[in-house]
Every structure is written in C-alpha cells, then in structure tokens.
C-alpha cells in the first residue's frame, strides 16, 4: 500500500513537471484554434485529478494465490537481469549481435537456474542460429560488431 | 448479393499459394508463440510486425500473417491450459477449470481437438456475423465526421474502465498514459517538438514496437524470475486424440449461443475475450444446472469458454476493421501494423482497399481450418515445446525482443528505450494497473487529437459540435451510463457487504 502511494505521488509529480513542460508549446503561427499543447494538457489534467484520487483513496491490489512475495533475493535478481539487459542494450552494436548476446545470454540463464555447460551450450547455438535465421533468411539486419572479419 | 462476390473475391486473395504459406506459418508460429509462457497474442504479433515489414511481405500477405498469429496464439494458450493447467494467458483461466480435469481422466486428446473444434465453430460464427455487419457497419460509418470518431474513442477508453470491473480507475489511468504517450514527438500540425527533451531518437515518437515489446516481453521477463518451479509435468496426450460425433453433438448448442455471445462481446470495444470467456462459462455453468458436472470435466464446461474465446478474437477485428477503433490490445497491435503500411483502417478500406478486408476475412476461415487440421498430427510436438525449461526459454525471448526492436530503427537507443518502457511496466504490473489499455491509448491518441483539432477547426472553436449531431449524443449517452457502471457496481458491492455484515450479526 505504501509502495503504491509512493508511486502514484512520484507519477503525479511527473505529470506536473510534463505540464510545466508542455506550457510553452505554442505554434508560430497557426489556422486552427486548437493548439499543439490542448491535447496533452488535457490528457495530464485527467491523469493527474485521477492519480491525486488514486492517493488518497489507494485501490487494494489483488494479488493472485500462486504469487510469491517479493523478497531481498528475487530483488536482486531483478536488479540483476535488468543490468544484463541493459549490457545487452549498450554492446548490441560494437560487440555485434551474436557476441553481446552470448555474453548476456549465459549469465541470464543462469539466473533462471539453468546449469552452466547447458546454458553455455545453447546460447551459443541458439544466438548463431538467431542471426542466420534474422539476418541471412529473414534480411533483418543485424550487426556483426567485432566479428565483421567473418563476412570478408 | 455484393458481398458474396466480395468474399469470393477475397477468397481468391486468400487462396493464392503466397498467402496460404503466410497463413500457414502464421498459424504454426502462433501456436508455438501462445504455448510458451510469457509469451500472449500481443508479443506475438509485435515480434513479427518488424519482421513482416523486413521481409517485404505485401500488405495483405502481412496482415494475414499477423491474424493468423493472432488464431494460432489464441490456440496455443489453450494447450498449457489443458495440459498444464497453467493459463497461458488470462482468456483461458476458464479452459482449465473443466479442460485440465478431462485431461487428467485420460481423455487429453479429446479436450484438445474438442477445444479446437469449438473454437473452429466460434470463429466461424463470428466470421459469419463480420461478413453480415462489416459492411453495413463501413457503410453506417462513412457518415462520421471527426466529431463523430472522436466521440467514438472517448467511448472506446471508457468503455475499458467500464467492462474491466474491479479497478476501473487504474484502467483509467493506464488509458490515460497510453494517450499522453502517443503525443510524444514532432506535433504534425504545428511542427512544434513535443515532450522530445530536444533528442533526435524522439523526434518522431515512441515506436509502437517498442513501447509493446517493453510492456510487455520485458516485463513479463522479469515477472517470470519470480516464478521458482521449473519446467512442469505436462499430462500425456495419450489415446483417442479425436472427439466423435456424439461428443460434437452433445455440445453443439453450447457452441451456437457462445458463438452468438463471444461474437457481440468481441465487437464491443474493451470486453474482449476475457469477459468472453468468463460469461460463457457462468452462463452454460447456470443453465446445466444440477446435470451438470462443471469444474469435473464437463464437455460443456470445456466447450463454452473456447468457442466464446474463438468467436470473440475474430469479433474484436469488426470494430477495428470498419471504424478504426481497436477493442483490444491485439488488434491495436493490428492497427499499429497497418500504419506501418500506411493504411488507416477505417470505413473507406471497404471501398478503396476490399482486397485487403476481404482476404483478411477469407483467411481467417481458412487459418481456423488450419488450426483444426493442425492440431492432429502437431499435438505430440507441442506438448515436447511444453516441457522446455524457463532457463532456456527466457534468454531467448530476450534476444529475439532485442532482435524484434532493433530491426525497426536499427538504433541502440530503442533498445535501452525497451528496457525502460519494460521496468516501468513491471511497476505497473506488480501494482496491478492493467497494461493493455496503454497500448489501446497509445493507439488512439493520435487518432483522437487529430479528429478534436479537425472537428474544432470545422467548428472554428465552438465546442458544441461535439454534442450537437444525433449520432454524437447517442454516444456521449453510452459513454455516460459505462462511466456509471463500475460506480453502480461499487455501490451495490458495499450494500451487498453491508447485508452480509448484518447478516454476521
């Protein structure tokens, strides 16, 4: 319920700060009588009366029966998969496809409990047949990275 | 008489060699896609739509790909419902409750095929009602003018408040998000950058793709850490995999009046298959009365979720095809395919585009056909993809979104966009704000800006217009009595507690 709160309060701040932003937005000359900044007002306007409800008078979440509750461990999971991914995200280019995602690949198949050899194993063929099968069959261009030698 | 020879006409699109293999991939991949967990209709049809585009699929060869995604994922869910009694997604809680049961009394094979038929029976009603109403709807709707839509979406997000029942507010919300979120970007009108934090990669929006994939994929990646058990015990499909004809007629008439239900549920904007499903159940649970062994593996109880769910998927595509107005998280994906192709979906499609309708609309019978056929033979297969451990599925659901969102832009920035996007969506999950009506806003955000600022440059800023045609009040008199349904239902919820407060006493 707390956590709730604090989101839906952290939600309306931003909501104010991006009608503060959306002030200034006005067209330098205009033949409609509806500007650029009507529409978003309006819709931060109804989020905001909405969230400010939502504040004080919190909906109770219901939370279904086989849910676990989250504890220190699952947090730092969560904390973790989500830095892998944004490793992924960040190497995606210069490491290539096929290299960043056996890097991220391994280590997130880790965290879901997989064993290493398994894990190490099809990773690796599973990010070179994504790439054969993205790039070469389906002309989804994906970058090579470092290893560019391979195609010259 | 038009429509018939239309529908021939469309069949003549659908039944080309190229279509039928798109529909036939379309309807194997679905399957797969619906079968692993995490993994819905709307993460189905996102992943592809980039690839679609890639591959340089005409038109209407994508969108019988993504529809036919959108039958086989709607099939696939069931298979882990009844085999694993683990819904795949949220349509099917129902299948399980009598699909699981059967599977457990050795009778898997039959469930499935039963399940699958009644499905078939389902889309084919509803296929049936879009070939009657669609065009007649398209033809209706010509007469709205940008008042009119506007009015329209307004109902559209309300009436998703409305139908989703216990937290009519957060839908509000989430709506509200996925209407602010389409204004990011270069504003079309004025040319003034909007909410862009002078950045480039936002200049012309959050792709659609990426917003999807990260509420989505992302989120459910993470939501799937918190899930300890490993890969499940699927129960054999051994035995008798057909259901017989006494079996098919013992549910017949669950099938016709769910059809008829699942299809009207389908077609109001924000029900979908979830209510569907659900009041299918209730209602053949209700009217089977003491003869029925509903909640034991009951044929009827099987039977009345599927078809409700089958015929209200395709009903969901009438409202999107003729007026342009998604009803559900699925086909606002659709209509975010369409616009990649630059085509608005809308009454004129009918007229300019009836290649494109009526080859949707044919290939839809003909993915159900397939999906019926399918399921002899691949049963065994799918049921071998059941057992693949969440190890080994996760990072490649990862990779393959990274894939998916990279090959719409080719920038990295998506990327971290994506993982953004995703733990915002985690948030949200885990605070139990529903996350398809963001999708649903993101699409009609445009659309309802657009048509206010039109409706109001008609009007030179007088606000009346959008009160003052028939069609408009009628609206706004629907938009009312949905904005008082969940308060009603509140209401009578507490009087309904205070009695039984009393009754305590």
């Known amino acids: 319920m707390v956590l ?20 200034p937005y006005k067209a330098s000359f205009s033949y409609e009588p509806v500007g650029p900044r009507a529409f978003p007002l309006l819709m931060l306007g109804l989020m905001g009366l909405s969230l400010l409800y939502q504040l004080f008078r919190p909906t109770p979440i219901v939370h279904s029966e086989e849910e676990p509750a989250l504890d220190r461990e699952t947090l730092i999971k969560i904390a973790a998969c989500i830095g892998l991914l944004l490793v992924f995200a960040g190497l995606f280019e210069p490491l290539g496809f096929i290299l ?43 970058p090579l990275g470092v290893l560019d030698f391979v195609e010259n | 008489m038009d429509t018939l020879s239309y529908l ?4 003549g699109v659908a039944l080309t060699p190229y279509n039928l293999i798109a529909a036939l991939c379309g309807t194997l991949i679905g399957t797969v896609v619906g079968l692993l967990p995490g ?54 809680v129902m299948t399980t409750l009598d699909g699981y049961p059967m599977a457990r009394q050795g009778m ?8 699958a038929w009644s499905s078939f029976i389902g889309a084919l009603i509803a296929t049936c009602g879009m070939v009657l109403f669609a065009p007649l709807l398209a033809k209706w709707a010509i007469a709205f003018g940008p008042a009119e839509y506007f009015v329209l979406m307004v109902f559209a997000i309300v009436c998703l408040g409305g139908m989703a029942g216990n937290r009519p507010l957060k839908t509000f919300i989430a709506a509200l998000i996925g209407l602010f979120l389409s204004n990011i970007g270069i ?22 793709v990426v917003l999807v994939l990260g509420l989505f994929s992302v989120s459910e990646i993470l939501l799937l850490l918190e899930k300890t058990h490993q890969g499940q015990e699927a129960v054999k499909a051994t035995g008798r995999m057909m259901f017989n004809l006494k079996e098919a007629a013992s549910v017949f008439m669950v099938n016709i009046r769910c059809g008829l239900l699942g299809f009207i549920m389908g077609v109001l904007p924000g029900a979908g298959a979830t209510l569907a499903s659900a009041v299918a159940y209730m209602t053949e649970k209700r009217m089977a009365g003491k003869s029925g062994t509903f909640g034991q ?72 056909i397939m999906l019926v056929i399918l399921n002899i033979p691949m049963i ?116 309904a507690k205070v009695v039984d407060a009393l009754n305590d006493v």
């Open chain 2, 380 to 495: 065994r297969v799918f049921t071998r993809i059941l057992a693949v451990p969440n190890w080994a599925l996760v990072p490649i659901i990862a990779i393959i979104t990274g894939i998916g969102v990279y090959a719409v832009h080719a920038t990295t920035f998506d990327l971290f966009m994506m993982v953004g996007i995703g733990i915002f969506g985690y948030i949200l999950r885990k605070l139990d704000f529903p996350l398809s009506p963001i999708l649903l806003g993101f699409i009609l955000g445009g659309l309802m800006e657009q048509n206010l600022r039109r409706a109001l440059s008609i009007s030179n800023g007088a606000l009346e217009i959008l009160w003052s045609s028939p069609i408009t009040l009628t609206v706004w008199v629907l938009t009312a009595i949905m904005l008082l349904l969940p308060v009603l239902r509140i209401w009578r919820g507490r009087s």
């Open chain 2, 108 to 115: 898997a094979g039959v469930a499935l095929s039963l399940s």
């Open chain 2, 39 to 92: 993994l819905g209709p709307i993460n189905g049809v996102a992943l592809l739509i980039p690839i679609a585009f890639a591959l340089g699929l005409p038109p209407e060869s994508a969108l019988i790909l993504l529809s036919a995604v959108y039958l086989g994922c709607e099939y696939g869910g069931r298979i882990s419902s009844i085999l694993l009694n683990i819904p795949g997604e949220a349509s099917t």
């Open chain 2, 187 to 208: 504003d079309a009108n004025s040319g003034v950058y909007r909410f862009t934090g002078d950045s480039v990669h936002l200049a012309d929006g959050i792709q659609f």
């Open chain 1, 100 to 142: 960043s995602s056996i890097l991220i690949g391994i280590p997130m198949a880790r965290l879901y409990g997989g064993r290493w050899l398994a894990s190490t194993v099809v990773v690796i063929i599973m990010s070179i047949a994504l790439y054969l099968l993205f790039d070469k069959a389906m002309d989804v261009p994906l």
């Open chain 1, 4 to 23: 709730q709160r604090v989101f839906t309060g952290a939600l309306l701040l931003v909501c104010i700060a991006l009608a503060v932003m959306a002030w």
């Open chain 2, 8 to 11: 021939a006409q469309g069949f």
């Open chain 2, 297 to 368: 593996g009951d044929m009827r109880g099987l039977a009345a979720p599927e078809t409700a769910i089958g015929a209200s998927a395709c009903g969901a595509l009438v409202p999107m095809l003729t007026l342009g107005v998604p009803g559900s998280g699925t086909t606002a994906v659709m209509i975010g395919a369409l616009s990649l192709y630059n085509i608005t979906p809308g009454p004129m499609l009918f007229q300019q585009q009836p290649d494109i309708v009526w080859g949707l609309i044919a290939s839809l019978f003909i993915a159900n």
